[in-house]
């Protein structure tokens, strides 16, 4: 069984249709290796990752970045393929997800609280649901929107708060977190984007080019530039 970690957008939607291909059970867990250890301690799942590129499988309880290089060299040995090659035919099977993560860093605590309040406020809003952003030539329609929360299927305990989701009908999604302060350096707000691309012909396109239009409704709704005084994100990944 595999299992990947939710945080916030964070993976990629991606993961559904690996696992639906594999015909594998999949968990969305939040952030933090403790819910993978409970995962892989009752056997439900043998393989977990997570958006700071850690992987592992169930033979140890943390990230491992000498097994992440040994798998993917024993793909590499039996496909007799490279890197690039693997995943373009992976992007030909299955689609691409075009995914970026914009960090606000070192916001005031208060003035990111409040933003993640008002903010949930909106996309819970029954109306919120009939919503349709235009931008350029691109309309996105919102399917649905919520506050993540996550119910541990081993032991019950439920963890609610780990993120704004909101995902529309194209497959297309957004994501707001809010990580806690750093040393005293101020919260962190972190929005992802992800586009799903299934046109073979698409998969080689700049990624902020395709992000752009999401990222623009991302800052709109959110206000994140006028309400914490960043002009823009403090990192790009």
């Known amino acids: ?50 958006e700071s590129f850690g992987t592992s499988s169930d033979h140890i309880r943390e990230k491992d970045g ?16 490279g890197v690039e090659e693997i995943v373009k035919d992976h992007w030909a099977k299955l689609g691409r997800n075009y995914f970026c993560r914009f960090d606000y860093e070192g916001v005031d605590p208060r003035a990111a609280f409040y933003l ?3 903010l949930e ?23 649905k929107a919520d506050n993540f929360e996550y119910i541990d299927p081993v032991d019950g305990t439920v963890v609610r708060n780990q993120g704004l989701r909101i995902v529309f ?20 707000v972190r929005i992802y984007a992800e586009s799903f691309e299934r046109d073979p012909e698409r998969h080689n396109r700049e990624t902020q080019a395709v992000l752009g239009p999401l990222i623009a ?21």
């Open 1 to 50: 069984m595999y299992e990947f970690q939710f945080c916030s957008l964070s993976p990629s939607a991606l993961r559904r249709r690996v696992a639906k291909a594999l015909k594998v059970t999949l968990y969305e867990t939040p952030t933090g290796w403790r819910f993978f250890g409970n995962l892989m301690d009752s056997g439900r799942c043998s393989l977990c990752g997570e």
């Open 66 to 81: 000498l097994w992440s290089v040994l798998v993917w060299l024993s793909i590499m040995a039996v496909r007799k393929q």
């Open 116 to 118: 993640m309040r008002d």
């Open 121 to 143: 406020g909106v996309i819970t809003d029954k109306a919120f649901l009939t919503q349709k952003f235009a931008v350029g030539t691109n309309v996105y329609s919102v399917e």
């Open 169 to 188: 009908t194209d497959e297309s999604r957004l994501v707001f977190r809010l990580s806690g302060s750093g040393g005293g350096a101020g919260a962190t």
């Open 217 to 237: 409704i991302a800052l709109k709704i959110s206000d994140i530039h006028e309400r914490t005084g960043h002009r823009g994100p403090t990192v790009i990944t």
